[in-house]
């Protein structure tokens, strides 16, 4: 079974503060990628990512930053969180394009106060 | 652009009735078709998927979906709802286009199903 892990199931940090969300698949999949899930406004992708060290940004990625520096590993960083930050937030990996869909994580749920 | 649209955003249902969840996309082109779906503190799950050849599609737990390529659409069904299927549904699409498995997802359809 494809396993996608996100490194922390709830957060709670402080507005201003750095936050790093850490999110790692097994399954060598080439495509990664970051979404925030909103009550009303479904799934909406920040970022995402098709081979190391390689990123695009997705529908919604001001505030966000992004790193992949292994291929298992794909991480999302809000540089100075702010309250509209708060939110649920997956990761997903896919493998080739000749493949589609995705595969998530459990989400990590970040309050920003 | 690509878009999803899911038309109901919250259904109840009693047990043992019947359910259609409209899901509908726009993009010209060969599109793949999912439905996912998130139990309550769960992860996001495949239901199901389209890809090419017979439009209808079955998935886990009975449920099915059909693609009609003339009305863009892709609604989920299942003819008989149980409570434990009380979850949230997302209809999402990628275009066979570039170099990713991007998905587009609708907005979420939270099920309700009263025992």
């Known amino acids: 079974d494809v396993k996608v892990t996100q490194s922390s199931r709830y957060l709670v940090k402080r507005t201003g503060e750095k936050v790093f969300l850490e999110c790692v698949q097994d399954?060598?999949?080439?495509?990664m990628f970051w979404y925030r899930q909103d009550p009303g406004l479904g799934l909406r992708l920040i970022y995402f990512?098709?081979?190391?060290?390689?990123?695009e940004k997705g529908d919604i990625p001001e505030g966000y930053s992004v790193s992949r520096e292994k291929k298992e590993r794909f991480s999302l960083i809000l540089e100075s969180a702010s309250t509209n930050q708060t939110s649920m937030y997956l990761c997903?990996?896919?493998?080739?394009?000749?493949?589609?869909?995705?595969?998530f994580g459990q989400g990590t749920r970040l309050t920003v106060v | 652009a690509q878009s999803v649209s899911q038309h109901n955003h919250h259904v109840i249902l009693s047990e043992a009735a019947s359910l259609e969840l409209g899901c509908n996309y726009s993009?010209?082109?060969?599109?793949?078709l999912f439905w996912y779906v998130q139990y309550p503190g769960q992860h996001l799950q495949l239901l199901l998927k389209?890809?090419?050849?017979?439009?209808l599609v079955k998935g886990i737990k009975g449920f099915e979906a059909e693609f009609i390529k003339s009305k863009f659409s892709f609604n989920l069904r299942k003819p008989s709802v149980q409570w434990s299927d009380t979850a949230e549904y997302f209809c999402?699409?990628?275009?066979?286009?570039?170099?990713?498995?991007?998905?587009?997802f609708g907005t979420g359809t939270l099920l309700a199903v009263q025992p």
């Open positions: 997903a990996s896919s493998p080739t394009r000749t493949i589609p869909g995705a595969f």
């Open positions: 399954m060598d999949h080439e495509n």
């Open positions: 990512s098709y081979d190391v060290k390689m990123k």
């Open positions: 993009y010209g082109g060969t599109v793949n």
């Open positions: 389209y890809f090419s050849g017979d439009p």
């Open positions: 999402a699409v990628n275009a066979e286009s570039g170099a990713t498995n991007k998905l587009i």
